[in-house]
């Protein structure tokens, strides 16, 4: 086992904008890491930098105390799981999952054992003799599971391992595969572009957008924290509107909207709310769950601060919360969720939004 640094790595393919921009981070021994963001953010690279198949243009990999920059796969210790499996379709399954060890020339007897312990582990053992052909997806993902993990890797890296599953099988899947790497406590890097899979299996998570990392923290911490416009936006559903900064205290900051109505968001340390100045723009996150719907709007003239004015476009009951879709009095498009459906708004209404003053977070631009 150990931990995996990157201090400024950065990709450049031939002229283009790097692929991946000055990452540093640090993934701590037997932490359940994950690369998120949406195609092309340079997730793939990164884990390919990490295994090697890849070499940075610029900056440092670190497998411990140890510079790997220059060590060419093989040499790295690393199991990776792809998203097309990679499998072997001519070999068995045995013969699959006990290649790494063929390779490592690893003696006949142990390795049998060692294949049989892996393929257990997947619960994979009544299908050792199946051909590629014959297995389903579900299967054919969790042989190139045990083969990665067959030959006790210090670090395990996966790359969008679940994405030619179906919506239950993901699920499921993704659930065995965290047990597994906590019962084995190995380092783990994920790759996805699936906000929900990312929150349910991490440790950790850096979210990428063009190879620039905004924020690394965990999933709580992301949801209810984001740092910018765009992680409030790829994570969960939210609200984000910009305003100009008019006033703060060392409370809360007041934030004029294009629209002319006003709110107030609570400074946070770490936060843009704690550092911009007067005149500067920001953009405040408003979660779906943390505004309520106030009845019919008064006039535009005696607007209250922390309130939004809108209209109802659309309401939808789905069980145990509602959907309400909204335009702004700017033009904004706006999601609130409620979860009492007794008193729902109808569609074409004006109406009043209040913003749970202490959930309003500032983000960046
Ligand atoms: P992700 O895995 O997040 O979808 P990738 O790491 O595959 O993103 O790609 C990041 C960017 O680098 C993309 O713009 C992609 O086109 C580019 N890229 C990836 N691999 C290569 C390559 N071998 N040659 C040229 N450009 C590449
Ligand atoms: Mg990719």
């Known amino acids: 086992m150990t931990s995996v640094s990157l201090v400024d790595v950065t990709k450049r393919y031939g002229q283009a904008p790097p692929s991946v921009d000055r990452l540093s981070f640090t993934i701590e021994d037997g ?71 063929r390779m490592r020339r690893e003696p006949k007897a142990e390795r049998a054992d060692r294949v049989r312990q892996a393929l257990d582990l997947v619960g994979l053992a009544p299908y050792a003799d199946r051909r590629i052909q014959e297995l389903s997806g579900g299967q054919q993902q969790r042989v190139a599971l045990a083969r990665a993990l067959v030959i006790r890797p210090s670090v395990l890296l996966l790359d969008e391992p679940l994405s030619n599953l179906d919506a239950k099988l993901r699920e499921e899947t993704r659930g065995q595969i965290r047990q597994l790497q906590q019962e084995f406590g190995i380092t783990s890097v994920y790759v996805t572009h699936d906000q929900a899979e990312a929150m349910a299996v991490s440790d950790r998570i850096a979210v990428l957008e063009s190879g620039v990392l905004h924020q690394l923290a965990s999933p709580r911490e992301i949801y209810h924290r984001p740092a910018t416009a765009f992680v409030a936006n790829f994570i969960g559903r939210s609200n984000v509107v910009t305003g ?122």
Request: charged fraction near 20%.
């Open 31 to 101: 932490e359940f890491f994950t690369l998120l963001g949406p195609s092309g953010c340079g997730k793939s690279t990164t884990l390919r930098m990490i295994a090697g198949f890849v070499a940075p243009t610029e900056g440092t990999i670190r497998f411990g105390d140890k510079d790997v920059t220059g060590v060419p796969p093989y040499r790295r210790d690393t199991g990776m799981v792809f998203q097309n499996y990679a499998l072997f379709p001519h070999m068995d399954v045995t013969a699959n999952v006990a290649y790494g060890l």
């Open 244 to 365: 100009s900064l008019t006033g703060r205290d060392d409370q809360q900051v007041t934030v004029e909207l294009e629209d002319g109505s006003i709110l107030q968001a609570p400074v946070h340390p770490d936060t843009l709310s704690a550092t911009a100045a007067v005149g500067e723009t920001v953009a405040l996150s408003l979660r779906p769950e943390a505004i309520a719907v106030d009845g019919p709007a008064p006039d535009a003239a005696d607007r209250e601060v922390g309130t939004l004015h809108a209209r109802v476009t659309g309401v939808e009951f789905t069980g145990a919360t509602s959907h309400i879709s909204l335009t702004a009095a700017g033009g904004q498009e706006l999601l609130v969720s409620v979860t009492d459906s007794q008193d729902l708004p109808e569609v074409d209404t004006d109406v009043a939004l209040r913003p749970d003053p202490a959930r309003i977070w500032t983000v960046t631009p």
